[in-house]
């Protein structure tokens, strides 16, 4: 493999990997690209209508986002609320059902691959408003729950058979409980209350309600943590035989709980996470990214497949993102209390026509569409197929993109069988990577957006 980069030195410089190696690998999450801190105000807003007309609607992806949770994690930076009453509550999900009505409209007929309802803390909210939202997704928008994977996230405090037991009868498939760790300081440490006990009630109650698969959130570098109580931490979660784990590094973030504390933390997350994942290897569990290990899965669907690099997202709730070929759109982002309240209270106040429209995104053009699919591409472990690359776009990626022959040279990518994939060392350098292969335009927008 050949590279280009000496053909233009300023570039050469902008993109060189090998000084951001030296760094921690610990800057910040990167999930999807662009980083949500890259949109802005669309002038004048985009009718979804004409937006989702040009998109191919065979295969989406249904999320919808509620913003409740019982208290506020030290680490979070997620749009979500713990000061909600009832009544709060009941406006919110009245605003999302208004919003799926026009969301529907606009899109026509459609065929939903995936369903999830995120946040927050969806089982934060009551019984009936947790049958609501699963109504709105069926019902409003049409998705068949007990045909294709669902997935819904939980704390340790609101797992409660009820509830369970609603969201297997409506064909979620898929639990995830944020545990972070089984040992009582250290997730007291990050401020949350739970009980070691409670804990594992919730997740017996999660197995015995039938879910075909749990996924158990762990958290390393915490504070106070070792190796040896993180691989604890593992040991536990294993007992219940999770078909999937998630293993996440603590990053301090601005206007989180422990980033205005301003502390630094004796960084062994690097020691963790070698040791964590070579664990749940020898357990027999895949590595499906840096952070995502799965056991053998049996559960299959018939219908169509979701792929993350090509097809689109339908967000609903003030918090979700939506996917287009050509836009990324939401609500605005805040993560200071004040802030989440008074974007809730918009949200809340919308007319029925505003749902029609995207207003706040950022617009892709070939260049930033090809950049999301070969992140989206090389941080799973399917790696960044070139032939599967030329398809979609009818070039060549290392002709797009020569850089990425740094990541053969500094031995963080193999090609094999013309796929580039990480190595070891690539997939936990994973964060590195991710923000390497941002734009200009998306770097230059996301230093520039004013924290809320």
């Known amino acids: 493999m050949t590279t280009h980069l000496d053909k233009n030195p300023n570039l050469y410089h902008r993109l060189e990997l090998r000084n951001l190696l030296q760094e921690s690998p610990y800057q910040a999450y990167v999930y999807s690209y662009p980083h949500k801190t890259a949109y802005r105000p669309i002038e004048p807003p985009i009718s979804l209508s004409e937006l989702w007309s040009k998109q191919d609607k065979n295969a989406l992806f249904l999320y919808i986002h509620i913003p409740f949770c019982e208290m506020r994690c030290g680490f979070c930076n997620l749009f979500t609320t713990v000061t909600h009453n009832e009544d709060f509550v009941s406006q919110y999900i009245k605003a999302v059902k208004r919003q799926a009505q026009r969301v529907k409209a606009a899109l026509g007929e459609t065929s939903f691959a995936r369903f999830a309802i995120g946040g927050g803390t969806p089982t934060q909210l009551p019984i009936g408003g947790l049958e609501a939202i699963l109504d709105i997704a069926s019902e409003t928008m049409g998705a068949d729950l007990p045909c294709i994977p669902g997935s819904v996230e939980m704390s340790p405090e609101t797992v409660d058979k009820d509830k369970l037991n609603l969201l297997r009868s409506r064909g979620i498939d898929r639990a995830s409980i ?95 996470y070698r040791e964590g994942r070579d664990f749940l290897l020898a357990e027999g569990y895949t590595q499906v990214s840096m952070r995502m290990f799965r056991a053998k899965q049996s559960t299959t669907f018939e219908g169509p497949v979701y792929c993350c690099q090509a097809d689109g997202m339908v967000g609903l709730g003030c918090g979700a993102r939506s996917y287009t070929d050509s ?29 029609a429209y995207a207003n706040y995104g950022f617009l892709l053009d070939e260049e930033e569409r090809q950049r999301r699919y070969i992140l989206l591409s090389l941080l799973s472990d399917e790696g960044l197929s070139f032939a599967a690359y030329r398809q979609q776009f009818g070039t060549d990626a290392i002709a797009d993109f020569p850089e990425l022959s740094q990541l053969i040279s500094l031995k963080l990518a193999n090609l094999d069988n013309a796929t580039l994939r990480l190595t070891d060392f690539g997939v936990e350098r994973s964060d590195t990577i991710g923000a390497w292969l941002f734009s200009d335009k998306v770097q230059q927008l996301m230093q520039t957006y004013e924290l809320k």
């Not at 039938?210 to 007992?239: C, E, K």
């Not at 999937?244 to 690097?270: A, K």
């Not at 809340?348 to 749902?355: G, H, L, M, P």
């Open 327 to 355: 836009l990324h759109y939401s609500n605005d982002y805040a993560v200071d209390a004040k802030e989440v309240r008074e974007i809730l209270q918009v949200f809340i106040n919308k007319s029925d026509e505003s749902f």
């Open 178 to 272: 944020g545990v972070q760790s089984f040992i009582d300081a250290e997730v007291l440490a990050i401020h949350r209350r739970q009980k070691s006990q409670q804990v594992e009630d919730a997740i017996a109650l999660m197995r015995k309600a039938g879910f075909p698969t749990i996924n158990i959130d762990l958290m390393y570098g915490l504070p106070g943590q070792t190796v040896d109580t993180f691989l604890y931490s593992i040991r536990q979660a294993l007992q219940f035989q999770p078909e999937e784990i998630y293993l996440y590094p603590l990053y301090v973030r601005p206007l989180t709980g422990m980033g205005i504390s301003n502390r630094e933390w004796d960084d062994i997350r690097l020691a963790c």
